[in-house]
């Protein structure tokens, strides 16, 4: 079964406050190029709330985008993913995930799961 790492939801929650704001005003004194600015930042709201940034199971830890395809793919078995300083490490070299916008219980799951190595258990 593959374990999500999702965004922030109040990251999310803002964004579409804010498209939702920019929209109304764009309504209220006529459509404009804010009309589109605001709604594409409510659709980046949406998918911030609802596609996750990480995936990751006993084999393979999955980046994504925001519109949910892997950027990255990281094997347990092959590549040496490690925890070091509190961020995870393959092969030596640092994984960059934006952990600020990230779910962090979510996240600390990740951590243990790498740090306790369960991936070799399974």
């Known amino acids: ?5 999702t965004y922030h939801k109040a990251f ?3 964004l579409i406050i804010g498209a939702l704001f920019i929209l109304s005003v764009s309504l209220l ?4 190029l804010n009309t589109l600015t605001g709604g594409i930042l409510l659709i980046v709201g949406i998918l911030y709330l609802n ?8 084999d393979e830890l999955h980046i994504k985008n925001l519109y949910g395809s892997s950027v990255r793919k990281y094997s347990f078995h ?3 993913i490690e925890m070091k300083d509190g961020a995870i490490y393959s092969n030596d070299s640092k994984v960059r995930i934006a952990a600020t916008f990230l779910n962090k ?11 306790n190595k369960d991936f ?3």
Do not use: R
């Open 105 to 115: 219980t979510e996240l600390n799951q990740l951590h243990e799961f790498i740090s």
């Open 78 to 80: 092959t590549d040496k």
């Open 1 to 5: 079964m593959k374990e999500k790492v």
């Open 51 to 58: 596609n996750p940034a990480l995936e990751y199971d006993k």
């Open 120 to 122: 070799l258990n399974s």
């Open 12 to 14: 999310g929650i803002s």
């Open 29 to 32: 004194i006529g459509i404009s």
